[in-house]
Every structure is written in structure tokens, then in C-alpha cells.
């Protein structure tokens, strides 16, 4: 990598292997764009802080609240950016480069979500007895988070050059290596890859109603990239 590119200050840093995370630690040039970007809202009755999607959302929902909240400096560059985010920091990259992201099925990435956030704790699995159930109630409340949609849309636009598929990730990842002119072995990290202990298809693991929860929440990712239940059902 060049000295001008950026890499986003991971989280979990001490899960991720040595040589990952000391070149990451050597890359902090993302600090230099602290406070630019879309300003956020400070809302004084919630005492949150809410940026892109997430202020316009908190603002449709409680429009009572819009005389009690204040413009803070945005977010700057930081992982999981918005669309709209990079393009007000980086407008004339955003129009000249090639952009691509990595997405997944909602069903999987529901699953997968939930063994990372509430399975574990600091690298540690936790006892069975202290792990939240993967209800419909989970379901509810937190799929929501893996929503991606915001991410590389403008306006609820698609605004990417190309999406890389999760399940095929290596293969189109090394596509677009080869489009772009950049060397890649194929070697991924699988940094997060033992978190999950229950491996069978989501199919066999969501329940009917949990599925609808699912197909509500990521209505626009399951429609535009053509996502099923199970991939090898047409009719799913």
C-alpha cells in the first residue's frame, strides 16, 4: 500500500493475528480527517450522538426532538463509512476510482452476527448460560444493526462500481485485484472466522417468523442483490 492510503482503525484489535494488527497500528493517517465529513446532531434529550442515517432516522422518529439537538463535528474517517460520508470527505477520489464493498446474505449475516456480539466477550466464549437466546425478540432488535444498505447507497441509490459476494470472496476479490493491478495470493485473515460455533444453514437455524423479521429489515439488500433463505431454492 501506498503512504496515502487509508485503513480504518479496527475494532477487536487484540483478536486480530500479529502481523494484521502491528500493520494497522503503522497506518494511522485516517487521524488527519477527525471532525470532517457530514456534521452529526447531538441529541440533549436522548444524550446520544447520531451521524448520517442514523441522525436522519432518529429525526424521523421522534421529530419532537429536533429543536433539542445540536450540530457536532462529523465522524471523519472511521470503518463501516457511509456512502455519502466518503464522497463529502474525498469527492474528487469518489468520482475517479473504482468503488466496490464485500456484502453478504442477510440471512447468514444475521446468524453471524449474533455469535459475534453476544457469544463472546473479549475472546472468550461464554457459558451457555449467559448467552442471550436467538429468539425472535433478538431477532428484532438487533438485525437491524447489520443492515448495509445505507452503506453504499446515496439517497437509496446503489452507487458502487461492484459488489464482491461474501461466498465468493476470494475469487472476486481477486477479480477486482486484477482489474485495479494489485498483486493478491488469495490469503485471507478470517480474523473473525471462529466466533461461530453453530455452523448449519440458516434455513435449518430461523424459524418462520424470525425469516419474516429478516426479509422486513433488509427488504432493499434482498431485493436488489437477489438473496434467498437457501441460495439453491428459486422459489425461497
Not at 485495479?180 to 418462520?208: C, Q, S
Request: proline share 7%; hydrophobic share 35%.
Amino acid at each position: 500500500m501506498g503512504e496515502d492510503d487509508i485503513l480504518t482503525p479496527p475494532g477487536n484489535e487484540h483478536l486480530w493475528p500479529e502481523g494484521v494488527a502491528a500493520h494497522y497500528k503503522d497506518r494511522k493517517n485516517w487521524e488527519k480527517y477527525a471532525g470532517q465529513g457530514r456534521p452529526g446532531i447531538f441529541c440533549k434529550v436522548c444524550g446520544v450522538r447520531f451521524f448520517n442515517s442514523g441522525a436522519d432516522k432518529h429525526l424521523r422518529q421522534a421529530p419532537e426532538h429536533m429543536d433539542r439537538c445540536e450540530e457536532i463535528p462529523g465522524k471523519g474517517v472511521h470503518g463501516h463509512m457511509e456512502a455519502r460520508e466518503i464522497k463529502a470527505i474525498f469527492p474528487r477520489e469518489w468520482d475517479e476510482y473504482f468503488k466496490f464493498c464485500v456484502i453478504r446474505n442477510p440471512f447468514e449475516k444475521v446468524i453471524s452476527l449474533y455469535w459475534f456480539t453476544v457469544a463472546w466477550n473479549n475472546g472468550e466464549l461464554k457459558p451457555k448460560e449467559h448467552v442471550p437466546a436467538f429468539d425472535a425478540t433478538w431477532v428484532w432488535g438487533k438485525s437491524g444493526v447489520a443492515r448495509s444498505w445505507e452503506l453504499y447507497t446515496i439517497d437509496g441509490v446503489p452507487v458502487l462500481n461492484f459488489f464482491v459476494r461474501q461466498e465468493r470472496l476470494a475469487g472476486e476479490l481477486g477479480a477486482v485485484c486484477r482489474k485495479l493491478g494489485i498483486p493478491f495470493d488469495g490469503w485471507l485473515p478470517r480474523a473473525h472466522g471462529n466466533y461461530r460455533r453453530d455452523r448449519r444453514p440458516p434455513k435449518e437455524v430461523l424459524t418462520p417468523e424470525q425469516v419474516q423479521i429478516i426479509k422486513d429489515n433488509f427488504r432493499e439488500e434482498i431485493e436488489f442483490h437477489g438473496y434467498k433463505l437457501d441460495p439453491n431454492d428459486r422459489f425461497s
